[in-house]
Nanobody
Framework: QVQLVESGGGLVQAGGSLRLSCAASGRIFSIDNMGWFRQAPGKQRELVAVITNRGSANYADSVKGRFTISRDNAKNTVYLQMNSLKPEDTAVYYC????????WGQGTQVTVSS
C-alpha cells in the first residue's frame, strides 16, 4: 500500500499563488506517473497536471502557463505551483500516484476569492 498526504491548500485572492505538496510513503518500489486532479462542487474530477518519473509533464489547457508540476523522486514528493489563480480554480485538489495501481490522497481545498 502507498499512502499520499497532500498539503498547501487554502484561501487566496484572485491573482495570487499557492503551492501544493504531496508526499508518498509506504510500500514504495517504483512510482510511475504522479499527478494532480481537482473536483469542483457539482462537477466531475478532472486532470490538472501529470508528470512522469523522468520529469515529462502535461497540463490541462485551463492551467497551462499558470501552473507548474514538479517532483522530487528521492523524496517521493510531487508539487504543484499555482500562479495567477482564478475563482474557477476553486476545487478540492487530489494527488494521485501510480505504482501498478493508482493511489489517491485525501484532497486539499483550494479556494480562490474574486
Amino acid at each position: 500500500q502507498v499512502q499520499l498526504v497532500e498539503s498547501g491548500g487554502g484561501l487566496v485572492q484572485a491573482g495570487g499563488s499557492l503551492r501544493l505538496s504531496c508526499a508518498a510513503s509506504g510500500r514504495i518500489f517504483s512510482i510511475d506517473n504522479m499527478g494532480w486532479f481537482r473536483q469542483a462542487p457539482g462537477k466531475q474530477r478532472e486532470l490538472v497536471a501529470v508528470i512522469t518519473n523522468r520529469g515529462s509533464a502535461n497540463y490541462a489547457d485551463s492551467v497551462k502557463g499558470r501552473f507548474t508540476i514538479s517532483r522530487d523522486n528521492a523524496k517521493n514528493t510531487v508539487y504543484l505551483q499555482m500562479n495567477s489563480l482564478k475563482p474557477e480554480d476553486t476545487a478540492v485538489y487530489y494527488c494521485q500516484a501510480q505504482q501498478i495501481v493508482a493511489y489517491w490522497g485525501q484532497g486539499t481545498q483550494v479556494t480562490v476569492s474574486s
